[in-house]
T-cell receptor, first 111, second 114 residues
């Protein structure tokens, strides 16, 4: 079955860039997504990338996709304390329907 | 605010009991999804409904069932509850559940089974 893997934890200093990595196994993934979950809250869709793209930039967020290696990354420029949260990558296949999520990466931003 | 509402916010019940979680999708969204988030299993897809019909099923236990009503709100029924069912249950909605599946999540219902 599909599998999505992420590292558990990342700590950065305020103002630095953060890079959160994700690998997936489903080669039929059509779209890949990044969600943010703050404590006690639901998941907020941050951005997504179509599988035939290499890169997508959205303000401070840059998504890189290496389809050959099935590797996805989310770069947050000028990381702020408000970016502290759990970040989930997710993929959906051709059928659309369900999202398969990674285990989440907890980002801690130190002042 | 995603526009997806879930009630109740918290639910505490005992083993063997039955509970119903409710979700109202964003205005205009036809698809509703249910997910379970627990410490050991992470975020897992349970089931999807599209315009009242079941469309996809994930790791949903037989003790669990769901439905989507004509007004598009959805309910997730959990019965014969066990301690391991304690988790956050999220509902999400999307316009049509098609290829670009932008799902918008509700704030979740935290279920505690004692």
């Amino acid at each position: 079955g599909e599998d999505v893997e992420q590292s558990l934890f990342l700590s950065v200093r305020e103002g630095d860039s953060s890079v959160i990595n994700c690998t997936y196994t489903d080669s039929s993934s059509t779209y890949l997504y990044w969600y943010k979950q703050e404590p006690g809250a639901g998941l907020q869709l941050l951005t997504y990338i179509f599988s035939n793209m290499d890169m997508k930039q959205d303000q401070r967020l840059t998504v890189l996709l290496n389809k050959k290696d099935k590797h996805l990354s989310l770069r947050i420029a000028d990381t702020q304390t408000g970016d502290s949260a759990i970040y989930f990558c997710a993929e959906s296949g051709n059928a659309g329907n369900m999202l398969t999520f990674g285990g989440g990466t907890r980002l801690m931003v130190k002042p | 605010d995603s526009g997806v509402t879930q009630t109740p916010k918290h639910l505490i019940t005992a083993t063997g009991q039955r509970v119903t979680l409710r979700c109202s999708p964003r205005s205009g969204d036809l698809s509703v999804y249910w997910y379970q988030q627990s410490l050991d299993q992470g975020l897992q897809f349970l089931i999807q409904y599209y315009n009242g019909e079941e469309r996809a099923k994930g790791n949903i236990l037989e003790r669990f069932s769901a439905q989507q009503f004509p007004d598009l709100h959805s309910e997730l029924n959990l019965s014969s509850l066990e301690l391991g069912d304690s988790a956050l249950y999220f509902c999400a909605s999307s316009v049509d559940g098609g290829s670009l599946n932008e799902q918008f999540f509700g704030p979740g219902t935290r279920l505690t089974v004692l």
